[in-house]
């Protein structure tokens, strides 16, 4: 299927770079083993290639040991891992009001049980109250603090190095989900105070869907944490209980091995690239995207202004259509691929006055062209026209 003009990077990058295709099929075809699990050339072999993967992402993090990159199906499982992994009854943990379900399910859950939940509310396009959450943090010091890097609705980007500055002070941690943003904007741990990162594969980092991890900075008390999941690891197998050494504390069970390969070339293509050039065209593209939909009437935008405070996404909403009409038009008439409705953040789109019916939402990735994005304009404009 290659008649499209594919503006869901959002949603997960398509198509994959031709490095990444084909990392995963050396892996299957040549260096398939079970990392860890024997002492033969082809679990040898997959081990490098995993061991490989961890040093990449922990380099393009600049995280302090490549051994506390935990590998995970996706940066849902991820951000699971890092929340029930250290937030117990009675703690308290503060999060924003543009998350991702990945992040407010399992909070919502917790606060059932009895943990104490502040969501720090953000403006209608998308700007976190950095004061509200200070003074949340100070009054009643959070465990933890879980925020998006980048609302995956308008593109929001929060400033989680000023975040960070208030965890440390009040002795809380932070998680950052950095699905939107992995890839794309420069992720630095230590310079911006960052504990925990939960990526998912593939977005940004151009990997295959099932690849995702959580990154655990140095300051996080690894033997506090209770993994999400127990059993084999292929270390310590004298012993019936669960190592508590990384990653293996957190990686029960064989990994999903071709997908790591791919994800390592993925990260490889990224960081070839330069996450600033790879940021540079996207935003182009997107505010290229955006001003052209400025024109049309009928729509209305959503986000900051200020383009250096947001990603490459574009979300509209239209009094002449409905979303969801708008986006099955896209692709129906004009091929050009789109996603419509709540996109899993209700939250989002509450603070952006969208919700129960959400926003078409646009997000061009590293294959598109100026072309492409004009013909989507016009799409949009020969619908609402
Ligand atoms: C901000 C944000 N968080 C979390 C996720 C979940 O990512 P995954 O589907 O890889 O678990 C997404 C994916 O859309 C996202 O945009």
């Not at 061991?51 to 499982?77: C, K, M, Q, W």
């Not at 127990?230 to 508590?244: A, D, H, L, M």
Request: with cysteine; proline share 7%; net charge negative.
């Amino acid at each position: 299927m290659t008649n499209v003009t594919y503006l869901d990077h959002a949603a997960t990058s398509w198509p994959k770079p031709p490095e990444v295709v084909a990392a995963m099929a050396r892996f299957l075809e040549r260096d398939g083993g079970n990392p860890g699990r024997a002492g033969h050339r082809l679990s040898v072999a997959a081990g490098r290639v995993v061991y490989e993967a961890r040093e990449l992402l922990a380099g393009l993090f600049n995280a302090p040991d490549p051994l506390r990159v935990i590998f995970a199906s996706n940066a849902t499982h991820a951000v699971n891992i890092a929340i029930c992994g250290l937030v117990r009854p009675g703690d308290h943990v503060i999060t924003s009001g543009v998350e991702h379900n990945a992040v407010m399910r399992p909070l919502r859950a917790l606060e059932q049980g009895g943990v104490r939940l502040t969501v720090i509310p953000c403006s209608g396009d998308g700007t976190l109250d950095l004061d509200a959450f200070a003074r949340a943090a100070e009054s009643a010091p959070p465990r933890l603090v879980a925020v998006t890097h980048a609302s995956n609705v308008m593109g929001a980007i929060l400033p989680v190095a000023e975040v960070g500055a208030v965890a440390r002070r009040t002795g809380a941690y932070l998680l950052v989900d950095a699905a939107q943003t992995a890839g794309t904007v420069p992720i630095d741990m230590q310079a911006m105070g960052i504990d925990l990162v939960a990526f998912t594969g593939h977005k940004g980092l151009q990997g295959p869907p099932g690849t995702g991890g959580l990154v655990i900075g140095g300051r996080v008390p690894v033997h506090e944490m209770t993994p999400l999941t127990r059993g084999g690891t292929g270390s310590r197998s004298e012993s019936e209980n669960q190592p508590e050494d990384c990653p293996d504390k957190f990686e029960s069970g064989t990994l999903n091995g071709a997908g790591i390969a791919g994800l390592g070339a993925g990260v490889r293509f990224v960081m070839e690239r330069g996450v600033h050039a790879l940021r540079a065209h996207e935003i182009a593209l997107a505010r290229k995207l955006a001003e052209g939909l400025a024109n049309v009437p009928g729509v209305a935008l959503h986000g900051p202004g200020d383009w250096e405070r947001r990603t490459a996404v574009v979300s509209l909403t239209s009094d002449r259509l409905s979303a969801s009409e708008i986006g099955f038009r896209l692709d129906e008439e004009f091929g050009v691929l789109s996603r419509v409705g709540l996109h899993c953040a209700p939250a989002a789109h509450r603070t952006i006055g969208t919700f129960p019916e959400g926003t078409v939402r646009f997000a061009p990735g590293p294959g598109n062209t100026p072309e492409e994005i004009d013909a989507a304009v016009k799409a949009v404009a020969r619908i609402l026209g």
